[in-house]
């Protein structure tokens, strides 16, 4: 017998400001045709990607520094309000100490006045980090809270894997998330994962770790590269996403008809057709922005979120539900009012 589901808790609490940053570097799906020797016009019809952004050096702190630099401008607070750093990237620029520490120093945020520290879900590690925030915020545990996905995908595709190839791009995306203000409808309502680890192969990164650590003669030069089996990915997301989503919005208590936008994981043209397709949201209620930004792994939603906010295409008071699926197989979805 499954035990019942925990009460319906809303927290008070608001993203503040949101900012991002995308390396100067386009490539352009044109490009990459000539690179691999894919014929004119397969990676757009295949993936929905026109164009991504490479990285030319920075390293993810530097990325994830000045998407927060903007964040806080926009929330109106610098470095010295903060007083929680939540990494949320599927890549580490370094496996100690932690991206977060490392971000902190690029920022010059005062010592000892922040916590730092990582949370690691893959491509919904925002989502799971969202939520923890909002937790910590409206606990009164932390005041300000930082959290930020920067990923550099760019470096470690394998080329002989065309389709996960072309797909991804670079960028950084952060959110300050505070207390609402008396009076404001800000909130987040509901945060649910779930994980289903029979697909914990299908997306893979195996080297970098203690089983196959880089010292190790056995380790391969094909283990320190990106390994996705994109069909098997797609397959398992499309049968178990539908079935989640009615679940969410059944304890929610919210109509889909009643969103202002979906913000979803960029994951590839199949799976944002998704959505409207068999998913019962509209076309027009589905921000994307993979065509010329690829699929920019855990950074993907908070970027969406940023762009959809800068451009006036979310706006305050409205209901947002960001929802994705990262390797594991893990699905996440929260709903909140901006």
Request: aromatic share 6%; charged share 15%.
């Amino acid at each position: 017998m499954n035990p019942s589901p925990p009460p319906l808790l809303l927290l008070p609490v608001r993203i503040a400001g949101l900012g991002s940053y995308l390396p100067a570097r386009r490539v352009t799906s044109v490009e990459l045709e000539e690179r691999l020797g894919l014929p004119p016009g397969w990676i757009e019809r295949r993936t929905g990607v026109r164009e991504r952004r490479y990285n030319t050096g920075e390293t993810v702190a530097f990325m994830a520094a000045a998407a927060i630099r903007q964040a806080l401008a926009d929330a109106g607070l610098d470095t010295g309000d903060v007083d929680a750093f939540i990494g949320a990237s599927s890549g580490p620029q370094q496996l100690i100490p932690c991206t977060a520490v490392l971000v902190q120093r690029e920022l010059g945020a005062p010592e000892g006045r922040s916590a730092c520290f990582d949370l690691n879900a893959t491509c919904i590690s925002f989502l799971v980090a969202l939520q923890t925030a909002a937790h910590f915020v409206a606990s009164g545990v932390y005041h300000t809270v930082i959290v930020f996905s920067a990923e550099i995908a760019s470096r470690s595709l394998n080329p002989c894997q065309k389709e996960s190839y072309v797909l991804f791009g670079d960028a950084a995306a952060a959110a300050v998330v505070t207390l609402s203000r008396p009076g404001e409808e800000s909130a987040l309502h509901l945060a649910r994962f779930a994980t289903h680890s029979s697909g914990a192969d299908h997306t893979r990164f195996l080297g970098a770790g203690s089983r196959h650590h880089p010292n190790d003669p056995s380790t391969t030069a094909a283990m320190n590269l990106f390994d996705m089996d994109g069909p098997a990915v797609f397959r398992q997301a499309a049968r178990l996403i539908g079935p989640f989503l009615d679940n969410f919005f059944d304890t929610l208590g919210w109509q889909r008809e009643s969103l202002a936008a979906v913000v979803p994981h960029q994951a590839s043209s199949r799976a944002l057709a998704l959505l409207t397709a068999r998913l019962g949201f509209r076309q027009e209620q589905v921000v994307t922005n993979l065509r010329d930004r690829g699929n920019c792994i855990a950074a993907s939603i908070p970027l969406a979120l940023c762009e959809a906010a800068r451009t006036g295409r979310i706006a305050r008071g409205q209901r947002l539900l960001l929802v994705g699926t990262g390797a594991g197989l893990t699905l996440g979805a929260v709903a909140l009012t901006y």
